[in-house]
């Protein structure tokens, strides 16, 4: 079984649209993470979360946002996409701030 | 805010031989921790290292933190073909990771 998967694998929109990216662990872990790793392979955290609390990356426009549904989920909307979006995004998570993370495949993001 | 920087960022070697990657901070770190993500891959967690002076070997991979605890090491001995990727490293709560070093492996 996947601890962390991510949906979809592959997603290709034009700009001014709205999407969302989908991620679920089945870890019983208590924090959730968004990444986002542009072509140079810089990987950049977006967004931390757990039942208590969301720490956001505050370089991270306000056009993305995390949406927990539950303590498994944490999926992420993007509204009015930009050419700049473009980039893989990575959801992971852990047992406790800090500890090690595990990640999901990512999700390779395309904004023409 | 906190920076992390790492070094190399791009180590091309034989198969066969000696790699090792630096990570340093402008500040003292309560831990360290390294990744892996293969080429198409996502970032695999190696290890976390938290003792001033910590050494840590998995396998061919030794991992070091240093004294001051500002700076860390990875060091792989013999590289094989399977080393391939980039290694980050990243540290304590605040999710920094540095921008990794990409390591070719030639056969």
């Known amino acids: 079984d996947t601890a962390v998967s991510q949906t979809p694998k592959y997603l290709v929109t034009q700009m001014g649209n709205d999407k969302s990216i989908k991620c679920e662990q089945n870890l019983g872990h208590d924090t959730m993470y968004w990444y986002k790793q542009d072509s140079k392979k810089f990987l950049k955290i977006m967004f931390s979360?757990?039942?208590?609390?969301?720490?956001i990356n505050e370089t991270v426009p306000n056009r993305f946002s995390p949406k927990s549904p539950d303590k498994a989920h944490l999926n992420l909307h993007i509204n009015s996409l930009e050419l700049g979006d473009s980039a893989v995004y990575f959801c992971a998570s852990s047992r406790l701030d800090g500890d090690e993370q595990f990640f999901g495949p990512g999700t390779r993001l395309t904004v023409l | 805010g906190q920076q992390v920087m790492q070094i190399p960022q791009y180590q091309h070697v034989q198969e066969g031989e000696d790699f090792t990657t630096y990570c340093n901070s402008s500040t003292t770190l309560s831990n360290i921790q390294w990744y892996k993500q293969r080429p198409g891959g996502h970032p695999v967690f190696l290890i976390q290292l938290v003792k001033s002076g910590e050494v840590k070997k998995q396998k061919r991979l030794t991992f070091q933190f240093g004294e001051a605890k500002k700076n860390s090491s990875l060091h792989i001995t013999a590289t094989q073909t399977t080393d391939v990727g980039t290694y980050f490293c990243?540290?304590?709560?605040?999710?920094?990771f540095g921008p990794g070093t990409r390591l070719s492996v030639l056969p």
């Open positions: 990243t540290y304590g709560q605040n999710f920094v």
């Open positions: 979360y757990n039942n208590k609390e969301l720490i």
